[in-house]
C-alpha cells in the first residue's frame, strides 16, 4: 500500500509541511526532510521551483526564485533524493508545475520519482481530464498517487468526478486566493469546509493555503482529515533558520 494511504488510515489529525527544494541553500533538502520527520510531521511536500508558479503567493514565489538561482533542478532534487528511504519513512510529495515535468519527461519523470520513494505528485496546472485521459495509467504504473485540488468555487459535479478518479486524498484548497498565511478562518471558508465534509466523500480532504498557527490548524482539521503548512513554513525558516523546525511544528500541534 501506498505510504500515502496508510497514513490516511490512520485515526489522528495529520500535519502535511511544504518547502521549496533548494531554498534556502541548494544542499538543504535532505536535512529538512530529515528535521521535519524528527519534529512528528506526517507528510512532506516537496515543492520543485519553477520560474511561474501560478498558484503560488509572494513568500512560495520568493522561495522559488531563490532556489532557482541556487541552481535547483529537476535532476539536482532527484539526485539529492537518491537514497533517502533510508533515513524517511514518512510519505513524500512532489508539488510542481506541469512544464518542467514535461521538459522531463512525464514518464521518466514518474520512474525517477518511483527510485528515490516518491509517494504521489501535486499538480496544480495539470487538466484533470488530460490526466484521465493521458497520463493516469503512466502514475499508476509507477505506484504514484497523483493529488487534485478543489476551491470554494469547484462544482459539486467536479467535485464527484475528482473523488471518483481520487486514490489518495483531496487537497482542499481554503480560498480562491494564492497560497499565503492567515491568522483564522472566516465563516465563510468554515462553511465551506463543512460543506465539502458533509458530501461524505470516499476521499480524505486535507485542508491547504492559509494555514499557519494552531488556530488555523485546529479549524481546518475540524472538518477536514489534516492541513497542510506551506508560507508560514517558509517565512519561519527564512526568519530562524533551520535550527529549530521541532519548535514551529509544536507550536502548530498545540
Sequence with gaps: MNRINQKLQAPKKLLSIYFTAGYP????T????KSLQKSGVDMIEIGLPFSDPL??????????SVALKNGMTSKILF???KNIRKEIDIPLIIMGYLNPILQFGIENF?????????????IPDLPIAEYHQNFQSTFEAYGLINIFLITPQTTLERIKYIDNISNGFIYMVSSASTTGSRDSFDNEQLNYFKRIADLNLKSPQIVGFGISNNRTYSQATQFAKGAIIGSAFINYISKKGLNDLAGF??????
Excluded: F
Design 55 to 64: 498558484a503560488d503567493g509572494p513568500t512560495i514565489q520568493h522561495s522559488g
Design 79 to 81: 539526485s539529492q533524493l
Design 25 to 28: 541553500q541548494l544542499k538543504d
Design 249 to 254: 511544528i509544536k507550536n502548530i500541534k498545540e
Design 110 to 122: 514518474c520512474k525517477a520519482c518511483a527510485e528515490v520513494g516518491i509517494d504521489g505528485l501535486i
Design 30 to 33: 535532505v536535512s529538512i526532510l
